[in-house]
């Protein structure tokens, strides 16, 4: 089990996602369990605010990920069986995702399913809580950085090709927001573990990055990981 976090923006999730394609391993965005919360929340007129009425309807609906090799994403990701894998990354659900992800119930309500996904073994998992919380046993655990301007930029190039209308400043504060907040909340906050390998891809293109993070993993003791003549990585 290979765990990844990082702030948004960072290229986790592009990184985590080739580098399971390059290794035939599983890839699982842990985000995708708080962004289906948030999503049904706002669907069904629930303040994300509302803890307790978001942390309910958690617990209440069966969440699942089931894999989709060669589709991006690589997954279907079900609400109760119903596929909702298309409205996870819309901009109201950015806008509150953080807040449901500070849920201490919302995360006690999804992490049972988080860790299932995991048990099926050569799993690669993204968040911002992996190896501190979800897996705090994983094989190998990767923290995967970027300054905050490279990030913006990332994520404005992302809304351009989705389509959708939003300039550079307004994601640049909004990353810096969640940045704070996911730093700071109480609950399996955002953190570098000193057991995990840093790697930051700010001057990196996503090639160069996963290139970076295979490296890291044929370098260390993982199961089943891939020959390698490299000289160890270092945390």
């Given at each position: 089990?290979?765990?990844?976090?990082?702030?948004?923006?960072?290229?986790?999730?592009?990184?985590?996602?080739?580098?399971?394609?390059?290794?035939?391993?599983?890839?699982?965005?842990?985000?995708?369990?708080?962004?289906?919360?948030?999503?049904?929340?706002?669907?069904?007129?629930?303040?994300?605010?509302?803890?307790?009425?978001?942390?309910?309807?958690?617990?209440?609906?069966?969440?699942?990920?089931?894999?989709?090799?060669?589709?991006?994403?690589?997954?279907?990701?079900?609400?109760?069986?119903?596929?909702?894998?298309?409205?996870?990354?819309?901009?109201?659900?950015?806008?509150?995702v953080?807040?449901?992800?500070?849920?201490?119930?919302?995360?006690?309500?999804?992490?049972?399913?988080?860790?299932?996904?995991?048990?099926?073994?050569?799993?690669?998992?993204?968040?911002?809580?992996?190896?501190?919380?979800?897996?705090?046993?994983?094989?190998?655990?990767?923290?995967?950085?970027?300054?905050?301007?490279?990030?913006?930029?990332?994520?404005?190039?992302?809304r351009?090709?989705?389509?959708?209308?939003?300039?550079?400043?307004?994601?640049?504060?909004?990353?810096?927001a969640?940045?704070?907040?996911?730093?700071?909340?109480?609950?399996?906050?955002?953190?570098?573990?000193?057991?995990?390998?840093?790697?930051?891809?700010?001057?990196?293109?996503?090639?160069?990055a996963?290139?970076?993070?295979?490296?890291?993993?044929?370098?260390?003791?993982?199961?089943?990981?891939?020959?390698?003549?490299?000289?160890?990585?270092?945390?």
């Open positions: 089990m290979i765990a990844i976090d990082g702030p948004a923006g960072s290229g986790k999730s592009s990184v985590s996602l080739a580098l399971a394609r390059r290794l035939g391993y599983l890839f699982v965005d842990t985000g995708a369990f708080y962004r289906a919360v948030t999503w049904l929340a706002l669907q069904r007129e629930i303040d994300p605010h509302a803890s307790d009425q978001v942390a309910a309807l958690a617990r209440q609906t069966h969440l699942d990920m089931h894999p989709r090799p060669n589709a991006d994403p690589p997954y279907r990701f079900l609400a109760d069986g119903r596929d909702i894998t298309a409205h996870l990354h819309t901009p109201e659900v950015d806008a509150y953080s807040v449901v992800a500070a849920n201490a119930d919302v995360r006690t309500a999804v992490l049972e399913a988080q860790r299932q996904l995991a048990r099926r073994g050569r799993v690669i998992m993204a968040g911002r809580d992996i190896g501190s919380v979800v897996l705090p046993d994983a094989d190998l655990k990767i923290y995967i950085d970027a300054n905050l301007e490279e990030r913006a930029r990332r994520r404005y190039r992302q351009l090709a989705e389509g959708v209308a939003e300039d550079l400043e307004s994601i640049r504060k909004g990353l810096l969640r940045d704070r907040l996911d730093s700071s909340r109480d609950v399996a906050p955002l953190t570098r573990l000193p057991d995990a390998v840093y790697l930051d891809t700010s001057n990196m293109n996503l090639q160069e996963v290139e970076a993070a295979y490296r890291i993993v044929t370098t260390r003791d993982c199961p089943d990981s891939p020959p390698s003549d490299r000289p160890n990585a270092r945390p």
